[in-house]
């Protein structure tokens, strides 16, 4: 089975632990979103990639589901001692050896693309990873700071921010320029299935689905195409995602986060049970529904996910 999966950091990356566990002969292609990438120190940054990277090769820190585990920060206290930050973004030391030998090849003259297949020649994840593409494309965020509107790189608003203010609007800033990178849409074409985790749909599947291209290919691909909602009673499994659903005009709920992709997209959607409710209004839109567990509590329960969102990709199939 050619399975796709459009990923963002954390969300994305557990429920592609659960995924390879229900599917272990699968063969798997990651898109992972770029827009959060970010310039820090001189370094290239790449936090959704290195994240699903991590985590599927064994290094991620657990209980955080970001960074590697067993890390150092001295380089950071040493940069902050110079006054240089900023101070806000945790990089620790095991992390500013991936960002270096990226940023490296990529001075080299070595697309994202070739970069990303190097680091993980290292950590070995299991499935193809692939950023959505070569190109920069950064994600701002408008906002109200002091009285006066100003765009803020994501990175900024989500971490040292934690989205504590409205954002009036979220911008993917170089993605109506930006080109798929090379395999994305040959990976689309040959997919058998293609899923949407639940990962942020708006700054993570969103921004992905920006790079001209991809959506197109994604709706002519003739497969089914299931996602899981990242909203389980009115509320983000994890993060912050109400407060960039909100800047999109979409309501934080499992049948509004599926009318935001649209039946157009989506042939399946998988809500939480206690949004059972929500089943009849999602399937009245066209997009078949079903409610189990959603809550990625242990790789057991996120192996049940997997297998109930390719179930109903058989379903859609059949």
């Known amino acids: 089975m050619r399975i796709v999966v459009l990923a963002g950091g954390i969300g994305g990356a557990r429920f592609l632990r659960g995924l390879k566990a229900a599917e272990p002969a699968a063969d798997i292609t990651v898109i992972g979103n770029t827009g959060d990438d970010i310039h820090l120190f001189g370094l290239k940054v790449c936090p959704d990639l290195d994240t699903v990277m991590y985590t599927l090769g064994g290094g991620i820190h657990e209980e955080q589901g970001w960074g590697r585990a067993d890390e150092t920060f001295a380089v950071k206290e040493e940069l902050a001692a110079y006054g240089v930050g900023p101070e806000w973004f945790g990089l620790g030391d095991r992390d500013f050896a991936t960002h270096i030998v990226r940023t490296q090849m990529l001075g080299a ?17 299991g499935v193809r990873l692939i950023p959505m593409s070569d190109d920069r494309v950064e994600t701002h965020v408008l906002v109200e700071l002091d009285g006066t509107r100003k765009a803020v790189h994501f990175q900024e608003y989500w971490v040292r921010l934690r989205a504590s203010v409205p954002a009036h609007a979220v911008v993917p800033v170089g993605a109506e320029g930006a080109k798929p990178a090379p395999g994305v849409l040959e990976a689309i074409a040959e997919a058998d299935v293609i899923l949407f985790p639940p990962s942020n749909p708006v700054v993570s599947v969103g921004t992905i689905l920006a790079v001209p291209g991809v959506r197109e290919a994604i709706a002519e691909a003739g497969v089914p195409v299931v996602g899981l909602s990242p909203i389980i009673g009115g509320s983000p499994v994890r993060g912050m995602a109400d407060k960039v659903l909100a800047a999109v005009g979409v309501e934080s709920t499992a049948a509004a986060v599926a009318a935001h992709y649209g039946s ?47 179930t109903l990709a058989e379903e859609v199939r059949a």
């Open 109 to 125: 003259g070595y697309p994202l693309s070739a970069v990303t297949e190097a680091l993980c020649a290292r950590w070995k994840p």
């Open 264 to 310: 157009g997209l989506l042939d399946g959607w998988l809500v939480d049970t206690v949004d059972a409710g929500a089943v009849e209004e999602v399937e009245a839109a066209g997009i078949r529904c079903r409610a189990v567990p959603l809550l990625m509590a242990d790789l057991d329960a996120t192996t049940r996910m997997a297998r109930e969102a390719l």
